[in-house]
């Protein structure tokens, strides 16, 4: 099984995962990386293609967001597949509505993935695990050394997405959806000055970014060493915002709400 991250817009990955046959795409905003990836000679050999290139037989969504779904209806011209996105969201082509605690089966590639509700950057967001593969297509939820904005959810609940998240296993590869990871590591040296982690991330981050490499997947035990939004509980990071703010927190939620207010701005 092979995981390939397809470029499109400024910052965005579609996500593809293929068994050198067929293949399964995740948010995919625009149509045509996909297309060209499922061509003939679409994808390097390194990465399992097949000379005949693959077949497109299934698309997750993981919210409502044009630069995640703005493909699906052209994918669907190309190929009828089933489409799965979250049941509190209404986006054009999902034809199988999914929420958390649901799992389905893709017969191909053979995968099988569980449902988990992340809401906060929009209030349907949904994850997809699967754990033969120790991954999460997270979308807009978790970012490396970052989270999403918060467009519809309450900070509580983006809170709870998060500790969800990382909840999961620490080698599960994260695979979210933009390449924000260096810039979300200048607000982490900032609000936790001294972690070591975050600094030899940073360094091995640029290094990617100046061959134009992609800085993910990361993994769930990453994010927990270098992420300050699932490590707002730590006495350095409660210190940085009583400085920036003049306050303390006045529990989990507010820290949260104040890290996510500071990142707006920063």
Known sequence: MHIVALQAF???YIWMIH???SAVVVDPGDAGPVLAACAPGGLPAADGRAPQGLQLAGILVTHHHPDHTGGI?????HRAVPVWGPAGED????SRQVGGGDSFELDAPRLRFDVLDVPGHTLGHIAYHCPSLAVVLCGDTLFSAGCGRLFEGTPGQMLESLERLGSLPDNTQVLCAHEYTVSNLQFARRVE??????EEYERWCLRQRSELLPTLPSSIARERRVNPFLRSDQPGIRAQLREHFGRDPVDRVD???MLRQWKNDF
């Open 10 to 12: 400024r910052d965005n």
């Open 19 to 21: 068994d050198s046959r």
């Open 91 to 94: 986006i054009g082509g999902v």
């Open 255 to 257: 820290a949260f709400a």
């Open 193 to 198: 000055p001294g972690n070591a982690d975050t």
């Open 73 to 77: 209806a052209e994918l669907l011209r």
